[in-house]
């Protein structure tokens, strides 16, 4: 069982229009990332939440990181086609002692964007 | 800054045979983890050094192994390769007191082992 879920798992639009990717967990988060992964290159980092609640936009992402630290979401606003990827949430999770710099992943959501 | 660089980008091996995949973290970087991506597990962490220490491990058999050198570069290992290893090996490095654990990953090395 995934510690962390994301979903959908395959997102197929068209060009403008808009979509929502989701991050659930039954465990607490002390932060969460988002990244972005093109075939055949490592994941780049779009943003991190640390804070219940938070919201952050980056230009037309919106990220949102749930008031109890265990779910997350990625909403994008008139996707284009560079948005297309694989779409990967990444959490700390507090309640392991130890963790250092270890990364709970999701299975990922891979979007495409028809022109 | 130069971002993370890792080398061999590809690798085609054997099964039986072992592997030594190298990571350059970014400058003043001093954590280097590794991360197995397959189509069917995802992302999975194999372990993470800190000031030339493993410093947190995941649940990979003795195969996997890895180092760090005093210059934060790392290496991991795999030996006696079986077919399941094929994957892209992913190196990410981050700041001791990461902002909230963040980490910058390379490209990864995609080994196929056959």
């Known amino acids: 069982t995934q510690l962390l879920e994301q979903s959908p798992q395959f997102l197929s639009i068209q060009e403008g229009e808009n979509l929502t990717v989701y991050c659930n967990s039954s465990s607490v988060f002390s932060s969460l990332q988002w990244y972005r992964q093109e075939p055949g290159e490592g994941p780049v980092l779009l943003v991190t939440v640390v804070t219940g609640g938070e919201v952050k936009k980056l230009k037309r992402l919106t990220f949102q990181f749930g008031d109890a630290r265990k779910d997350s979401s990625l909403h994008i606003t008139a996707a284009q086609p560079g948005d297309t990827g694989l779409y990967l949430c990444a959490g700390h999770v507090t309640s392991i002692k130890a963790a250092g710099n270890k990364l709970t992943f999701g299975g990922g959501t891979r979007v495409l964007v028809k022109p | 800054k130069a971002g993370v660089t890792q080398t061999p980008r590809y690798l085609i091996k054997t099964r039986g045979q072992q592997v030594t995949l190298s990571c350059s973290p970014i400058?003043?970087?001093?954590?280097v983890s590794w991360y197995q991506q397959t189509p069917g597990q995802g992302l999975q962490f194999l372990f993470e050094?800190?000031?030339?220490?493993?410093?947190n491990k995941g649940n990979f058999p003795g195969r996997f192994s890895g180092r760090q050198f005093s210059n934060s570069r790392s290496e991991m290992n795999v030996s006696t390769l079986e077919l399941g290893d094929s994957a892209l090996y992913l190196c990410a490095s981050s700041l001791e007191q990461a902002s909230y654990n963040e980490q910058f990953f390379g490209p990864g090395t995609r080994l196929t082992v056959l």
């Open positions: 400058s003043g970087h001093r954590s």
């Open positions: 050094y800190f000031s030339e220490t493993q410093r």
